[in-house]
């Protein structure tokens, strides 16, 4: 007799699926326990004229982001911002493209244009900018990154971007000013660490006053060059738009800065300084950044210092200087200057009356939060959900053992069948056999109980793009199974499903061979490949509780996919992964309910998948149910593997061109060769650097990565990936160098192991602090790789759909639905996203499914460490219609949406790389340590989040001494516990 097909512990893998505890159960308990977007703005697209400087740029790069709900600038990843481009014209101006419901944020560099040209700046010190003469246009690249912030933009407003609203920039995101004190309330500048409506408006009025401007963000500073066009302007506005002018050319200057790593330019560490003075800057002496005196006396010095031949602009400019005389003699030395902003009723004139509501319905709505949940759903509903959860909760326990024992017999049937028809006749059955009562086999079908439960074979159709429903071989075969199964009262009614009275998609068993077979094999001599338990229309019920009020029943489609796994040492057997689980299912609470009598019914989807399925070879035959964040036992991180990575380059003519290549092998993982084409003029057709012109010629280059096979000695080429275009000159050491800081080569990833990190010689760092790669070496080196993250074994994704419905007799019985959706490839890698939504009228099913409709309740959240050095948490909590009790003493009924978002550094001491802008004005990866990662310390309640009400932000909540406070941008706070 042949060993078993399954033994019940080969099977035991499955009483751990969802499956097992009715899946939904710890679902519905989970939901009682715990839009119409009318809160948030529609996007309305506007255009800005935005200036740079002194109408003295030529093509400088201006970047637009978004700031999102959580007051921060929108990034693709952390320290990368999610950026528009526009280039500016010869006076500095651009159009540029924006949400005029969001803040927008602004910064501008100089760039080295494709066309070989760069970015210029002109000098604006009458003695000259060292070599350069006044008036004269020199390069600037990588610099100056001058922000600028706007809140309440209008289509075809005027922003500038300049110095000064950088320092507005930085102070906005950094402080908030409070107009009042109480018991619970604090006054003065506060700190934040976002960006605000109201600190973007308070912190430009600041910068403005301190440098007695009427408006650093929309007055044009002149242009000292030209000077004389001011003839005609207004008195007033000349005045200010000179002295403004005055002030941006003394900064160009820059009185003697040195740069650091942290502080790069003059305006960031005077900002910084700004910031740390709580919006003051230091007016004398000092050892600060910047001196108010030195600033002024340079302006006065320079605008002496002009020739200026128009009698009106003279006057003009003479005005100016007394007034910036007279300031600057007034500066007391060693004093921090005490200025405030304008007042909120000022700066928001009849939305004044809208900030103050604003705040008043956030702390209202934080107050019915507090007992959210009792509140998210509406009256007698909890109650409602609770019995439900419980009468679920109570079958699938008393189940349990029950569904145990039949999907043991599903094992054990599939065993004895194979045994029958290999032998041509069955075996002798086994007394523990608790669902046998009698089988009769007549090849190649096998009869059980009386006619209760068939089984028999077919060639699989797994082809399911031809034509043929009915193959005569195949490389899979089924073994089908329908009847029912009973174990003490509970009882599985399997069945195939059908088209036209054919079978469409069989139930029972698929196994999968190497070779194409027209009947089952001995798994002996023809191993199967892969496994795949299939039930494709399933009924699971209590017999004993129907006509009871725990009647229920279970219907729905389920499989699960074992992947084999050879013994990388060729010593033992094949070995089975699961790589693929798949359950659609519909609980309702009557059985066979085909005339629509059932009232509560809840909807389940399952999916889930193991992406090292195929590269793992487990402990066991039939590897246990992981699900997520098991690691490879045999790999712990740290471990070493000497002569883990082999590279060389050198060159290969291909279709008659020479190339550039670097071979790269890893012993474990795939090889390649990354080919680099000959240098190429090409029509910038697409404007790939934004500045208009799609005319010009720009350099580029082709590069593909061709999968190797074969010795490193001696490699064949397998295929190549298609080529990519890079807008650059040919050159494989810049090349490498560039992937390399992205980890391309550092961090190769071998499959069923991990990543191991690989030290790659370099040279000294940069005056940035730069690390780049020592030149390439031609012949063969080899390098050693230490694993710094180990794989990650048994599910690696999952989704969870599940929608309850309590009356589905009622049209208008409000629905429940969740969507839970987690990745984790590694274990320090998670993103979940979690939807709950309830008495919605329909489902966005986009991303995420998430609720719509007019009486629409939503909870989100979102949780990812798939940076690796920040863990983004994002909770929105949406209701309608909620009544808000306010401070005043009165009611407010509103459509109230809360959004709480937070960005924790995990870092811990220094980065391995951080991001700085290059020549060509885009990110490069900077690698300050070539080591494999930075050291990590993850505080949770070092988080800050940051509370958005109805699409504006009014406060954050922080853990101080023990408690979290909530701290809104009025000064007020109180405590969450």
Not at 954 to 963: D, I, L, N, P, T
Request: proline content about 3%.
């Amino acid at each position: 007799m042949t060993r078993p097909f399954y033994s019940v512990s080969r099977l035991a893998v499955i009483n751990t699926l969802p499956v097992r505890r009715w899946a939904v159960i710890p679902l519905i308990a989970a939901l009682a326990a715990c839009s119409n977007d009318d809160s948030r703005s529609s996007v309305t697209t506007i255009d800005l004229d935005v200036q740079v400087g002194q109408e003295d740029f030529d093509k400088a790069m201006v970047r637009r982001v978004t700031v999102d709900e959580t007051g921060m600038p929108s990034e693709v990843q952390p320290g990368v911002l999610n950026f528009a481009r526009f280039t500016t014209d010869d006076e500095g101006q651009a159009v540029v493209t924006a949400d005029g419901t969001e803040i927008v944020y602004l910064d501008v560099y100089g760039r080295e244009n494709n066309d070989g040209t760069s970015t210029t700046r002109r000098c604006q010190l009458v003695d000259g900018c060292g070599s350069v003469a006044f008036g004269a246009q020199y390069s600037i690249v990588a610099a100056p990154g001058w922000r600028s912030v706007a809140a309440g933009i209008e289509d075809g407003q005027r922003i500038r971007v300049t110095p000064l609203t950088d320092l507005a920039a930085q102070l906005a995101f950094d402080r908030v000013f409070s107009e009042s004190s109480g018991t619970q309330q604090d006054a003065g500048w506060l700190a934040t660490g976002f960006y605000s409506v109201y600190s973007t408006l308070q912190a430009e009025s600041q910068v403005s006053r301190l440098f007695g401007i009427d408006s650093v963000q929309s007055r044009e500073p002149a242009d000292l060059t030209q000077i004389e066009e001011w003839r005609g302007a207004n008195q007033t506005e000349a005045q200010y738009s000179i002295r403004y002018g005055a002030l941006l050319a003394a900064w160009q200057s820059e009185l003697s800065y040195t740069s650091t790593t942290d502080l790069p330019s003059f305006a960031s560490a005077v900002a910084a300084d700004l910031v740390a003075n709580d919006g003051q800057l230091i007016q004398r002496g000092g050892s600060q950044t910047l001196s108010m005196y030195d600033l002024y006396d340079a302006a006065v010095n320079n605008l002496n210092a002009l020739d200026v031949t128009d009698s009106t602009v003279s006057g003009y400019v003479a005005s100016v200087i007394s007034q910036l005389q007279s300031e600057r003699d007034a500066f007391v030395d060693g004093d921090l200057t005490s200025i405030t902003p304008a007042s909120l009723s000022s700066l928001l004139g009849d939305e004044l009356e809208d900030y103050q509501l604003g705040i008043q319905r956030t702390k209202a709505f934080v107050q019915e939060l507090r007992d959210y949940g009792n509140s998210f759903f509406e009256e007698g509903y909890r109650a409602q959900l609770d019995s439900y959860a419980d009468i679920l909760r109570g079958v699938g326990e008393d189940n349990a053992e029950n569904l145990d024992e039949i999907t043991t017999a599903v094992a054990e049937i599939a065993g004895f069948y194979r045994d029958c028809y290999l032998n041509s006749g069955c075996p002798s059955v086994s007394p523990e056999w608790q669902w046998y009562q009698s089988h009769t086999y007549s090849a190649p079908v096998l009869t059980l109980n009386g006619g209760g439960f068939e089984v028999s074979q077919a060639v699989a159709d797994i082809n399911l793009l031809d034509d043929n429903d009915a193959p005569s071989s195949s490389r899979a075969i089924d073994i089908l199974m329908k009847g029912t199964l009973v174990a003490n009262g509970l009882r599985l009614e399997l069945d195939h499903t059908y088209s036209n009275d054919e079978i469409s998609s069989p139930s029972g068993l698929r196994i999968f061979y190497e070779d194409t077979v027209t009947v089952l094999q001995d798994e002996v001599s023809d191993p199967a490949l892969a496994y795949q338990i299939r039930w494709t229309d399933f009924t699971l019920y209590d017999a004993d509780d129907v006509g009871t009020a725990n009647e229920t029943e279970l219907t729905g489609a389920f499989s699960i996919l074992y992947q084999g796994v050879d013994d990388p040492d060729g010593v033992s057997e094949r070995r089975f992964n699961i790589s693929e689980v798949v359950l659609n299912s519909r609980i309702s609470d009557v059985y066979e309910d085909d005339n629509g009598t059932d009232s509560n019914i809840t909807t389940v989807f399952l999916t889930a998948n193991a992406n090292q399925a195929s590269e793992f070879y487990p402990e066991s035959e039939f590897a246990s149910f992981n699900a997520f964040f098991e690691r490879a036992p045999l790999y712990p991180e740290g471990t070493v593997a000497n002569g883990l990575v082999q590279y060389r380059t050198g060159t290969q003519t291909v279709n008659g061109r020479e190339t550039q290549y670097l071979d790269y092998f890893v012993d474990g993982g795939d090889d390649f060769r990354y080919r680099f084409y000959p240098t190429v003029m090409r029509e910038d057709v697409s404007d790939v650097d934004g500045d208009g012109d799609t005319e010009e010629l720009i350099a580029t280059h082709d590069y593909e990565a061709c999968l190797l096979s074969g010795s490193a000695e001696s490699p064949v080429i397998d295929r190549c990936q298609p080529k990519q275009r890079l807008n650059a000159e040919q050159d494989l050491q810049n090349a490498v160098n560039e992937l390399w800081q992205l980890g391309v080569f550092s961090r190769p990833e071998v499959p069923g192991q991990g990543v191991y990190f690989v030290e790659l010689p370099v040279e000294a760092a940069d005056e940035q602090g730069c690390l780049t790669l020592a030149p390439l070496p031609g012949s063969l080196s080899s390098l050693d790789g230490t694993l710094y993250r180990s794989a990650q074994l048994g599910l690696s994704s999952a989704r969870f759909t599940s929608e309850a419905v309590l009356d589905y007799s009622s049209a208008t019985e409000p629905k429940t639905l969740v969507d839970v959706q987690v990745t984790a490839p590694y274990s320090e890698q998670v993103d979940v996203s979690v939807s709950l939504s309830h008495d919605y009228t329909s489902v966005n099913t986009t991303g995420l499914y998430r609720g719509v409709g007019a009486d629409l309740d939503r909870l989100i959240f979102d949780f990812s460490t798939e940076s690796g050095t920040v863990e983004a948490t994002s909770l929105s909590v949406f209701k309608d219609g909620v009544e808000l009790s306010l401070a005043d003493g009165t009611t407010d009924t509103v459509d109230s949406e809360i959004i709480l978002g937070s960005n924790l550094s995990l870092v811990d001491g220094a980065p391995v790389y951080r991001y700085i802008v290059g020549d060509d004005g885009e990110y490069r990866r900077c690698v300050v340590s070539n080591t494999a990662e930075p050291s990590f310390n993850r505080d949770p309640q070092q988080a800050v989040y940051v509370l958005n009400y109805r699409d504006k932000v009014y406060g954050k909540v922080v853990y101080e001494s023990g408690v979290w406070i909530i701290r809104y941008i009025d000064g007020t706070w109180e405590s969450l516990n």
